[in-house]
């Protein structure tokens, strides 16, 4: 059996958390492979919400929830999550792999410091310790479950190299009482569940266009976000990949600084960022709003393989009195569909196509949709679909019309 990805398409928060609950019932396992607690998936079903930042979606689902090793884990954020998900999920099947590295204290702090350093030159991060956690992996230095499970490690390192003081002694006992009833070798359950013929889904955290190397560095994250690092973070062989879900909101958003094409202005995108509840699943800070891209998807769309995709948002953009989409760039006077380099797509000017604007959709609109399919859906809805599949050239299979697993439509 193939394992299947979940990848963002954008900068982040496109709703793959809600994809990953309503596809889980077709998976065995679900696993995270990037990012760490600066991640918010957030699920809403059955008159409950839930905002997961290591674990993986498909809680709900009661599905194996794996955690590979190229993620990172806060202990003390986990205990958390792991606490609130008990109120909610009667049980749950969690294993997080013992190669994992986990963030201290140390890190957070460093994040702080940086950002503060940095001044009108942040980026914006979540403030989580992401970065400096994998730069403490890079330097070999950072503890993994495995060292906290076995006492084996020595934080003198972290006082001299960043010169900030914290009661290490606790943080590892804590650290050890959560971690120790789900660390396990993650790779090998996965390979041996692949070879028993069982369907495997890999979910990503944040977007393509936050990767490192080919999002709009710096304004990025600092874990690999596209489809090919599922392998490489957990350990399985390529071999096993099977389709890439590519994920895209209805429109762009994005948190922090860093280019943005097709940025809306403030009187319209705080219109759709009221409508959408555009503010972080995580930090709680307003997104930025701006049309379509379909430069940065077709980027989005080569980098990662996608092979088909999930609109969400859709509703959000009924009742506007127009519909754009940027359909290329503008650059030094000459017009391009490619996604060009950080430094230059800060000179980038959209070029627009306007579409029909959708009608405002009600509740009942919108239920009506739900229980009739597709066909049932405005023609300037469908047209709006249709228009993306065919520059994109990728088939999408659903649409989401709402917030709840429910409010999602088969596309026909």
């Known amino acids: 059996m193939r394992a299947d990805i979940v990848i963002g398409m954008q ?9 990953v609950d309503y596809i889980a019932p077709l998976y065995t ?23 997961f930042h290591h674990i993986p979606a498909g809680a709900f689902m009661r599905k194996k929830l ?14 958390e999550e792991i606490e609130s998900l008990k109120k909610v999920a009667s049980e749950f099947y969690l ?20 950002e503060d350093l940095k001044g009108a030159s942040s ?3 979540t403030l989580r310790g992401i970065g400096p956690a994998y730069s403490s992996k890079a330097l070999r230095i950072s503890p993994r479950v495995s060292d906290v499970l076995s006492g084996n490690f020595d934080a003198s390192i972290y006082k001299k190299l960043y010169n900030i003081e914290f009661d290490f002694g606790a943080w590892v006992q804590k650290a050890k009482k959560t971690l120790s009833g789900y660390a396990f070798d993650v790779r090998e359950e996965l390979l041996k569940s692949l070879e028993n013929g069982e369907k495997v889904l890999f979910e990503s955290a944040q977007g393509t266009l936050l990767d490192p190397i080919y999002g709009t560095y710096p304004y990025v994250t600092s874990s690999n976000t596209t489809s090919a690092y599922a392998f490489v973070s957990s350990g399985i062989p390529f071999k096993y990949a099977g389709k890439v879900i590519g994920v895209l909101k209805a429109y762009t958003t994005r948190v922090g600084k860093g280019p943005m094409p097709s940025e809306m202005p ?3 995108a ?10 972080g699943a995580t930090t709680g800070r307003p997104r930025r709003i701006g049309w379509l891209d ?4 077709k980027y989005a769309k080569e980098i990662n393989g996608i092979d088909e995709a999930f609109i969400t948002k859709l509703d959000v953009l009924s009742g506007l009195n127009e519909l754009k989409v940027a359909v290329t760039y503008a650059i030094d006077g000459k017009e391009t569909d490619r996604f060009p380099s950080p430094e230059v797509l800060e000179r980038a000017q959209p070029v627009y196509q306007s579409l029909e604007p959708i009608p405002k959709l009600g509740t009942d609109d919108i239920s009506h949709i739900i229980k009739n399919g597709w066909i049932s859906a405005p023609v300037q809805m469908k047209n709006y679909v249709d228009f993306i599949e065919e520059n994109l050239r990728v088939k999408v299979s659903y649409v989401s019309l709402g917030a709840e697993r429910e409010r999602t439509v088969k596309v026909d």
């Open 11 to 19: 900068w982040g928060d496109e709703g793959k958390g809600k994809v």
């Open 270 to 279: 705080k219109t759709v960022r009221e409508s959408g509840k555009e503010y």
């Open 29 to 51: 396992s679900i696993v995270r492979f990037n990012g760490g607690p600066n991640a918010g998936h957030t699920v809403i079903a059955d008159g409950r919400s839930f905002t």
């Open 123 to 125: 980026i914006g991060t």
């Open 95 to 114: 294993k997080i792999d013992i190669r994992t590295s986990l963030i201290t204290p140390a890190e957070v702090e460093l994040d702080k410091k940086i």
């Open 266 to 268: 403030e009187s319209l």
């Open 294 to 297: 379909l430069p940065a998807l």
């Open 66 to 79: 794996l955690i590979a090793p190229g993620m990172l884990v806060n202990p003390e954020i986990l205990n």
